[in-house]
């Protein structure tokens, strides 16, 4: 089992920033690939970006790129998601995930992610 717990949510105004920390314990953490994915009331779950596990390679969703960074530090058993220049429209509750078994990216199918956090909260004021 990898347990995932996601911090660093809250409010923030159009423009604004926000970092987004996901602390994983258990199983080894530099075996993953990491995952960001947001969701919305009514609304399926959407890729967001994703590290490989070396943490070398970075992907991300066309609606974030420019925006948002991923990194991760496998010493730590951590994964961040910087988040600027925020927009309305990036509201939504953020998870990250962890990705046994693809073996390339861009890892941004949702079913192949084995293990979630519960979620943060970003909400974007206009």
């Known amino acids: 089992q990898l347990q995932l717990a996601e911090s660093g949510g809250g409010l923030v105004q159009t423009g604004g920033s926000l970092r987004l920390s996901c602390a994983a314990s258990g199983r080894p953490f530099s075996s993953y690939s990491m995952g960001w994915f947001r969701q919305t009331p009514g609304k399926a779950r959407e890729w967001v970006t994703a590290?490989?596990?070396?943490?070398?390679?970075?992907y991300y969703a066309d609606f974030v790129k420019g925006r948002f960074t991923v990194s991760r530090d496998n010493a730590k058993k951590m994964v961040w998601l910087q988040m600027n220049n925020l927009k309305p429209e990036d509201t939504a509750t953020y998870y990250c995930a962890a990705d046994g078994d693809s073996v390339a990216g861009p890892f941004n199918v949702e079913r192949e992610y084995e293990y979630w956090g519960q979620g943060t909260q970003v909400t974007v004021s206009s």
């Open positions: 590290i490989n596990y070396r943490g070398d390679d970075t």
